[in-house]
């Protein structure tokens, strides 16, 4: 123990002197440091509050079972984190599946693939073979990278991280996306009956509680660990959060909206997200085809797209609804300019739902299923209905009445983006609870 603090120490020393200021700032008071540290730095620092928060930067092993990249909400939180620690000064290397697109500025070491170019979004049976791949790579990245924290996301990711953490003596960061056998189910993995689903569970919550630190996107989340025996101490809200300089309010691009065939002349209704019934897509198109004011569609997003497709058409709303499959998060606010109104009709209540802050973030107002995580983020801002075909078409039908007035909505939505869901702010706080941890 005293060779590691040792060795600590010294990385931290190292690091105070190349970032020590040209010009001594004025301080008004001693330092809040403790007599070893600044004997083993040479005595009183010159540091301010500021530049004591940057006194150690770590070493992160991230761990993220998963096919990242691919432009939806998961991965998304995954890249803003990484990225937001990274611009902070801390050092992180990613291992993941071995598909997916690289993400630019991320350090990712891959597991072997044997071939393998694409992986279906949800639970699948591959996915285990993926794992046991995983886990040995994550090892040998360890033991190179040396980490000062494993950082795992989803409960395999966690696993394999409170296995490293045991062996490297390293503490264990979990960042808690919802309920492991609630999402099997929605994605019919795993029958509601299935002799597995007991041991899932029990699995599922033990790992819950392996972690110093468990982050929650929401709420519910928070309240849902709590309620399984994770201690209160431990959980930490860490909501989802958007880049407001990439999306911010722009007019309509004419070029964008004639390729997609969108009159200009008619509101339009845009989705942003995976194409599954647990996202409520199936809810969704069976509202629309309730709504009797003129209304056009753009539905953004993936897998499942013919399906969609083929039910839009036999409830007769094909044609006022365009699919564009996968869109590059990068081009999304582009597609999301076009919109007058959003749409959030997720149904799954045991995770977050990152998706709502893109609309915000584009001054967008919203008409969204009333789950805590949607309450979350909205506020009273939201416009809520409950999940039923009926309801939620009816909550359509009245915003599209009050259009013109709900623009002042869209711009208290994003107000309220740029100061509570930035990636800077959600980096800042998972500095202070990593250093809580280490």
Not at 38 to 51: A, L, Q, S
Request: hydrophobic share 45%; aromatic share 8%; charged share 20%.
């Amino acid at each position: 123990m005293a060779g590691r603090w040792t060795s600590r120490r010294a990385k931290s020393c190292a690091w105070r002197k190349r970032h020590r200021p040209r010009s001594r700032p004025k301080r008004t008071s001693a330092p809040m440091t403790s007599a070893s540290f600044r004997n083993g730095c040479g005595g009183w620092g010159i540091w301010t509050d500021d530049e004591r928060d940057l006194i150690m930067p770590f070493r992160i092993l991230a761990i993220a079972p998963t096919a990242f990249y691919n432009d939806y909400g998961c991965h998304v939180r995954i890249q803003g984190q990484l990225l937001g620690l990274q611009a902070r000064g801390h050092e992180v290397r990613l291992v993941t599946y071995p598909v997916g697109r690289n993400a630019p500025g991320l350090d990712i070491r891959r597991a072997p693939g044997w071939g393998m170019r694409e992986l279906a979004v949800g639970s699948s049976r591959i996915k285990v073979a993926l794992d046991a791949a995983l886990g040995p790579t994550a090892l040998a990245q360890a033991i190179r990278f040396r980490p000062d924290l494993i950082y795992a996301y989803l409960h395999e990711g966690a696993l394999i991280g409170w296995v490293l953490a045991r062996l490297l003596g390293r503490p264990l960061a979990f960042d808690y996306q919802g309920s492991l056998t609630a999402e099997m189910t929605a994605h019919g993995f795993l029958k509601p009956n299935s002799l597995w689903r007991g041991p899932l569970t029990r699995l599922e919550h033990w790992l819950d509680a392996r972690g110093q630190a468990v982050l929650a996107s929401t709420e519910h989340a928070r309240a849902a660990l709590t309620a399984r025996g994770v201690p209160a101490s431990r959980i930490h809200l860490l909501p989802d959060a958007v880049d407001p300089d990439r999306f911010r309010p722009q007019p309509p691009d004419p070029a964008l909206q004639a390729h997609l065939g969108l009159d200009p002349g008619i509101p339009t209704l845009v989705y942003l997200g995976l194409l599954a019934p647990y996202q409520g897509i199936d809810l969704l198109l069976q509202a629309l085809a309730r709504v009797e004011r003129s209304w056009q569609g753009l539905i953004m997003g993936f897998p499942h797209e013919a399906r969609y497709r083929a039910m839009a058409e036999s409830l007769g709303i094909g044609p006022r609804l365009r699919f564009t499959g996968a869109i590059p998060y990068a081009q999304a606010p582009r597609y999301l300019a076009l919109g007058d109104l959003a749409l959030a009709p997720k149904l799954a209540t045991s995770e977050g739902s990152g998706k709502l802050l893109p609309y915000m973030s584009m001054a967008l107002p919203i008409v969204a299923t009333d789950t805590p995580a949607h309450r979350q983020y909205l506020g009273d801002l939201g416009l809520y209905a409950p999940p039923q075909p009926a309801a939620l078409a009816r909550a359509i039908e009245e915003a599209l009445v009050h259009l013109p007035e709900l623009s002042s909505v869209g711009r208290a939505l994003r107000a309220r983006v740029l100061v509570r869901y930035t990636w800077d702010h959600t980096a800042g706080q998972m500095e202070r609870i990593f250093r809580a941890v280490l």
